[in-house]
């Protein structure tokens, strides 16, 4: 089996203030220069890439976008382009959060746009997925994210999952404080790579699962053991540095 090291990514999502970013990075800054095996990363809000950057600068810690356009550059107010997060130093970016997919209506097609446009500009998508409480409850979880996951595969190729990363955010689990259970995620999961492994066994080995969806440090560990599961995505949990350091501990 192909040892991956773990990634804990933060996602700080429409949280955070010029004057509360600094310590929170001091903070995390700190923990890590503890020792800590996993890799780090952190997406902030766009307008803080900067100042986020200019923090990590030195440090072992990744920065991330938290959304992309599909488009590479013209007429899309609002938007940011995937070779302006490149620009500011960005690793990761997030795509098709469950906020981006359920609040903006972003489909499965958007995603895989997104996802082409941060690949092809050279950062590593973290692509999400995952199902509603509705679909798991009609015993659709595995059809919805092969769908997910299918779109995307279509659009930019097996190939572009070397150099990407899948989050699986069950929806009813996310801010909710209803964790997956190390097992239903361990399903899933392994429901991935399988899906991944029907086109290249060896990138399906080697991509990184990440699990999001409450985690905190009191339950990371529980979570990261499992055999599939190669890390977190964290979201209200990353806004206070000794809890995120806690959750990046817990990926060895
Ligand atoms: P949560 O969010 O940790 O607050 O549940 C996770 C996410 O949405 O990425």
């Known amino acids: 089996m192909t040892r991956r090291q773990p990634l804990v990514a ?11 970013v600094r310590p929170l990075i001091a903070g995390v800054l700190a923990g890590v220069a503890d020792g800590i095996p996993a890799e780090v990363a952190i997406c902030p809000p766009f307008v803080y890439l900067p100042e986020v950057g200019r923090a990590l600068q030195g440090s072992r810690v990744a920065l991330g976008a938290q959304n992309v356009s599909e488009h590479a550059a013209g007429a899309h107010t609002g938007e940011i382009a995937a070779a302006m997060l490149m620009d500011l130093g960005c690793k990761y970016v997030i795509v098709g959060h469950s906020e981006r997919r359920h609040i903006y209506g972003e489909t499965n097609v958007i995603v895989a746009g997104k996802f082409v446009s941060a690949s092809r500009a050279g950062l590593i998508p973290i692509l999400c997925v995952g199902e509603e409480l509705s679909d798991r409850e009609a015993g659709q979880t595995e059809e919805v994210v ?13 190939g572009s999952f070397a150099a990407a990363v899948v989050a699986y955010e069950p929806v009813w689990a996310i801010g909710t404080g209803k964790v997956a259970t190390p097992d239903q995620a361990q399903q899933v999961h392994a429901f991935i790579r399988l899906r991944l492994a029907r086109h290249d066994t060896g990138i399906a080995d080697r ?16 979570l990261f053991a499992m055999a599939d599961i190669d890390g977190g995505l964290i979201g209200g949990a990353s806004l206070q ?3 995120f ?3 990046c501990r817990a990926a060895e």
């Open 10 to 20: 933060a996602n700080w999502k429409m949280n955070g203030a010029l004057q509360t």
């Open 241 to 243: 540095a000794e809890e």
């Open 245 to 247: 350091i806690g959750i």
């Open 146 to 158: 092969a769908n997910q996951l299918d779109a995307v595969i279509q659009a930019a190729g097996i």
């Open 207 to 222: 991509l990184r699962i990440l699990y999001g969806g409450s985690v905190k440090a009191g339950n990371a560990k529980e």
